[in-house]
């Protein structure tokens, strides 16, 4: 099994910087990909970051320049930098682990709160 755990979450202003971190432990060496996905009220929940297992990385539009995923193997635990936030990423951020099985891991969620 894998359990992920995040954390940093909070109340930022808008223009502001928050670092989101995901700590995962048990089975964690048939991980393929981690990912940042977020729910904001109302709305679906969407794949905001991902990172391989190479370091390849892909990110939602609306972000793109402004978050930056990263990961540490030796660590287990994977990041996401958010510089320049907006209200509209107010969300409650999960942390998501897919393996080479086909299966899904998630973390508890965070919420980040963006004030104008």
């Known amino acids: 099994q894998v359990q992920l755990v995040e954390s940093g979450g909070g109340l930022v202003q808008a223009g502001g910087s928050l670092r989101l971190s995901c700590e995962a432990s048990?089975?964690?060496?048939?991980?393929?990909?981690m990912r940042w996905h977020r729910q904001a009220p109302g709305k679906q929940r969407e794949l905001v970051a991902q990172i391989s297992s190479r370091g390849n990385t892909n990110y939602l539009k609306s972000v793109r320049g402004r978050f930056t995923i990263s990961r540490d193997n030796a660590k287990n635990a994977v990041y996401l930098q958010m510089n320049n936030l907006k209200p509209e990423d107010t969300a409650v951020y999960y942390c998501?682990?897919?393996?080479?099985?086909?299966?899904?891991?998630w973390g508890q969620g965070t919420q980040v709160t963006v004030s104008s």
């Open positions: 048990g089975s964690t060496f048939s991980i393929k990909y």
């Open positions: 998501n682990a897919y393996d080479d099985y086909y299966r899904d891991y």
